[in-house]
Every structure is written in C-alpha cells, then in structure tokens.
C-alpha cells in the first residue's frame, strides 16, 4: 500500500510563510497526481492544489499568486510553500495522491490521504 506523510504546519502570524511537505512511501509503482486540500470547520474539503506527474498544476482562486506547489520526482514528496498567509487559510492541510502501487507481480491503482496538519494563522 501507499502512505503519506505531512509534516511542516503550526502558527504563523498574518503575512507570514510556511512549507508544507508531503512524503509518499510504500510499495509504489508510478505516482500520477499529488496535491493538497484544506478542511476548515463548518465547511466542506476544498482543493488548495495540484500538480500532476508531468509538472502541471492548478491553484484554488483564493490561493493564486500566494502559494506554490512542487514536488520533487526522485523523492515523492511533494510540496507546498504558503506565502501571505491570512488567517482565512487557517484549516487542517491534507496531502492527496494518486497513482499505482505494486502487488506481487502486478500492479493497482491506489488513492491516500495524510493524517493533515494543522495551519492557524493568527491576525
């Protein structure tokens, strides 16, 4: 199976930066997307960012010019660098991936989610 590691979260004042990383381990054959989604209390899980193995990537509107994904192949471990933070970006960031992973001589798609990390920007 595929499991994702977050680490990088914590309090950052308004304006602030941080980076999120997102480790993948496991039995893996080839990663297809890796991305990041928020979940604030009282709303539903919302897509933050994505980028796909070929190094596309698409933003959530509220966070365009603000934050930038990466992810570096040969790790699989993808990134992301939150830059003027505002304390509506306060959530749990989830790492999603997914792609295919092996089994004895075959292979299987696999889609996983990290356990999340708090973010709390304070204004």
């Known amino acids: 199976q595929v499991h994702l590691v977050e680490s990088g979260g914590g309090l950052v004042q308004a304006g602030g930066s941080l980076r999120l990383s997102c480790a993948a381990s496991?039995?893996?054959?080839?990663?297809?997307?890796m991305g990041w989604y928020r979940h604030c209390p009282g709303k539903q899980r919302e897509l933050v960012a994505v980028?796909?193995?070929?190094?596309?990537?698409i933003y959530a509107d509220s966070v365009k010019g603000r934050f930038t994904i990466s992810r570096d192949n040969a790790k699989n471990t993808v990134y992301l660098q939150m830059n003027s933070l505002k304390p509506e970006d306060t959530a749990v960031y989830y790492c999603h991936s997914n792609g295919r992973y092996f089994v004895g001589a075959s292979d299987r798609p696999y889609d996983a989610w990290g356990q999340g990390t708090q973010v709390t920007v304070s204004s």
């Open positions: 496991g039995t893996i054959f080839s990663i297809n997307t």
């Open positions: 980028i796909t193995s070929g190094g596309s990537t």
